[in-house]
């Protein structure tokens, strides 16, 4: 048994607006066969005319469980300006042109301007990894625990909250 958590950061006019939690089931991600050898689980965002069931994030974050076979290349589409990651946690295999190494299980990779495309051969075992992608904020991060703010001042501030149990507030 597995399973991942994503926190996604908001502007800076979001940051306290009502929290949202979605969990979900193995059952409840669609799925799409890219091409042969290539299944994309799509949590956020939508590839192959598939959208995933997480929705309205103000960041819209794309966020995809991809699975390759022994040997297929894949090319997934980056959206203009956005910037792309992986985290491998199964097999390994080759992200990007220029890489010499192999990029084996439990290894995140951030690929910066991704430009148009991140491209990915499979290892002899396959590879098995989660993509991320989003718009940068262009803002400050300010972060400790579980709180995302802009400054020091403001995560103060958000600790004190949470400290008095007025951080979540319903508005």
Same mark, same amino acid.
Do not use: C
């Given at each position: 048994?597995?399973?991942?958590?994503?926190?996604?950061?908001?502007?800076?006019?979001?940051?306290?607006?009502?929290?949202?939690?979605?969990?979900?089931?193995?059952?409840?991600?669609?799925?799409?066969?890219?091409?042969?050898?290539?299944?994309?689980?799509?949590?956020?965002?939508?590839?192959?005319?598939?959208?995933?069931?997480? *929705? +309205?994030? !103000?960041?819209?974050?794309? #966020?995809?469980?991809?699975? =390759?076979?022994?040997? /297929?290349?894949?090319?997934?589409?980056?959206?203009?300006?956005?910037?792309?990651?992986?985290?491998?946690?199964?097999?390994?295999?080759?992200?990007?042109?220029?890489?010499?190494?192999?990029?084996?299980?439990?290894?995140?990779?951030?690929?910066?301007?991704?430009?148009?495309?991140?491209?990915?051969?499979?290892? *002899? +075992?396959? !590879?098995?990894?989660?993509? #991320?992608?989003?718009?940068? =904020?262009?803002?400050? /991060?300010?972060?400790?625990?579980?709180?995302?703010?802009?400054?020091?001042?403001?995560?103060?501030?958000?600790?004190?909250?949470?400290?008095?149990?007025?951080?979540?507030?319903?508005?």
């Amino acid at each position: 048994m597995g399973g991942f958590q994503l926190g996604v950061n908001l502007p800076k006019k979001h940051k306290m607006m009502d929290p949202r939690y979605q969990e979900l089931g193995a059952g409840e991600i669609p799925t799409a066969t890219v091409q042969d050898g290539a299944r994309v689980k799509v949590v956020a965002g939508t590839i192959a005319e598939i959208s995933g069931p997480v *929705r +309205d994030i !103000v960041a819209a974050p794309e #966020f995809f469980d991809i699975s =390759l076979s022994p040997d /297929v290349h894949f090319s997934l589409y980056v959206r203009p300006v956005y910037m792309a990651a992986a985290y491998v946690f199964g097999g390994g295999g080759w992200f990007d042109q220029g890489r010499e190494a192999e990029v084996l299980d439990r290894t995140m990779i951030l690929f910066g301007e991704a430009g148009d495309s991140v491209d990915v051969h499979a290892g *002899r +075992d396959g !590879v098995r990894f989660l993509y #991320f992608s989003g718009k940068p =904020l262009q803002e400050p /991060v300010a972060w400790r625990g579980p709180i995302v703010m802009n400054t020091e001042d403001e995560l103060r501030q958000a600790f004190s909250e949470y400290r008095n149990g007025t951080f979540i507030k319903k508005g």
